[in-house]
């Protein structure tokens, strides 16, 4: 018989459903190459020597629906929250990344947060295309 994980606090966020792209960032992308817009993912690590710009990150893939892991932007995800994660398919690919405490996962949180915001708003220098569906530019929906 298996042995059930036990449940840790990870960092859950969505992708981004549009993303700019190409030149001065004119063009836009559902999701990205791995995720579709709005999917769920969890953040199992960052990479501190590039300020947290890039992580890894578990969650279904695009094409075949089944679980990934994969190094993404920072930037694509989005409304960073700390979860304790129940799945056993996302703990056994957690097993080699950090424990964290509810505590540092809402911290860690926030920071993400706070860097994904930064990211996306200079990582395409030039002026939004109107009409613009990057994060930043639609509307919240309610509920």
């Known amino acids: 018989m298996d042995d059930v994980p036990e449940p840790t606090w990870l960092v859950a966020a969505n992708v981004v459903r549009w993303r700019r792209y190409g030149d001065l ?14 999917a769920k993912v ?31 932007g920072t930037r694509h995800l989005h409304t960073f929250r700390s979860q304790l994660v129940y799945s056993p398919a ?21 920071r993400l947060d706070g860097i994904a915001r930064h990211g996306r708003h200079t990582y395409h220098s030039a002026p ?16």
């Open 90 to 110: 996302v703990l056994r690919r957690c097993a080699a990344a950090p424990s964290r405490t509810r505590e540092e996962a809402v911290e860690l949180a926030e």
């Open 42 to 72: 969890y953040v199992l690590d960052t990479y501190p020597g590039t300020a947290d710009e890039q992580l890894t990150a578990v969650g279904h893939g695009r094409h075949t629906g089944g679980w990934i892991t994969i190094d993404t």
């Open 128 to 143: 939004h295309p109107d009409p613009c569906l990057c994060h930043e530019c639609l509307p919240v929906s309610p509920g």
């Open 25 to 38: 960032g004119q063009e836009f992308r559902p999701g990205t190459k791995a995720f579709r817009g709005g």
